[in-house]
Each structure stands twice: as C-alpha cells, then as structure tokens.
C-alpha cells in the first residue's frame, strides 16, 4: 500500500505546480515529519511496472496534484483511482482532454478538445479505443462516428461533410475497409 502523503500547491517562477507532500510518520531516518516538506514535481515521480513512485521513499506514490498540465491524482502508485478523473490542460489555460484511467491505462469515457471545442470522444477499455466514438470538425458537426474493437475500426462507419451532409459510409474488419463502400458526393461505390 502506498504512503498517503497530503498535496497543496505551490506556484514556481516558472508558474508550474508541484506537488507538496507532508511526510507522514514514516518519514526517512533524520526528516522531521512535523516541518520538513519535500517539493516534488509529478515529471519527479519514478515509474517502475506503470507504478509511481516516491522517489525518495521508493514507495508508492498516493496524491491529488495539479502539475504543469496535468490534473490528476495518483492512489497507490496508480493514476486515477477509478473513476476519478485526469484533466490535461495546454500552455494556453485550455483542456486537451479530460478522461479515467484504470491500472494506468485510459479505461472508460474521454473526451478530447482542440481550440476549446470538442475534437473526439468515446470509450476506452484497458488502454485500447473501443465502442462508439465520434470526430467533430471544429464548427461542432460531426466529421465521423462508429465504433472500434481493440483499437481497431470495426463495422459500419459513416463520415460527413463539414456542412453536415454525408459524405461517405461502409464498414471496416479490424481496421481494414471491408465491403461496399459508398461516396455520396460522387455517387460511386468501390468494393473492399
């Protein structure tokens, strides 16, 4: 089990966060628990079999942060006690993407932004895209959508124009086109 260690912020010069973490009574041999704070940054972090780790104590890492970034927190060594969330956030101030992990894998819902508008979204299941997902061109029309099967696009898929229309549709195997495929804007069909 991981050291529970408590988080607050700490802005730099440079306008990062740290992560702060108050050693508990377990502390290293001449650190006074009560005082000694070690300023901490998460790229800090050591990680060994996807498992982070203090790099001091070299034991698992339990924290809420903001660093640089990221947004997140890590139980036990593992980012996100699922079905907590973890937010990254570019130089700008804007979210690139908001989304579970599970086992320090993407597990679950994300949704992934581009100029403050949503740019894709779906499910992921122990790192691997799958189910339904949906691309957005950036007025907010859907740009494609189906589903995916172990990374892979899988079954019907539809992709649309930027006004709306549709532009193409058909399917996929495993990532490969498979089948009729139809263009609606020139009325062709091409066989896979």
Same mark, same amino acid.
Request: proline share 0%; hydrophobic share 25%.
């Given at each position: 089990m991981g050291k529970i260690i408590s988080v607050t912020e700490n802005k730099t010069n440079t306008n990062e966060t740290n992560l702060i973490p108050k050693r508990d009574n377990q502390g290293i041999e001449g650190v006074n628990p009560e005082i000694d704070e070690l300023n901490l940054k998460y790229e800090e972090l050591i990680k060994i079999n996807n498992i982070y780790f203090h790099p001091i104590d070299n034991i698992p890492v339990t924290a809420e942060f903001k660093s640089g970034s990221y947004i997140g927190k890590i139980t036990n060594g593992y980012i996100n006690s699922y079905p907590d969330t973890w937010t990254k956030?570019?130089? $700008?101030?804007?979210?690139?993407?908001i989304g579970y992990f599970k086992n320090n894998n993407r597990d679950g819902d994300w949704i992934f932004y581009q100029n403050n508008s949503i740019y894709e979204q779906g499910s992921y299941s122990d790192g691997l895209k799958t189910d339904f997902w949906i691309k957005y061109y950036p007025n907010g029309n859907v740009l494609s959508r189906g589903a995916y099967n172990n990374d892979n696009q899988d079954g019907p898929w539809v992709y649309f124009n930027e006004?709306? $229309?549709?532009?193409?549709?058909?399917?996929?195997?495993?990532g490969i086109k498979a089948g009729p495929w139809v263009n609606l804007v020139t009325g062709t069909t091409t066989n896979y």
């Open positions: 956030i570019d130089k $700008s101030g804007n979210i690139e993407y006004d709306g $229309s549709v532009l193409e549709t058909g399917a996929y195997n495993k």
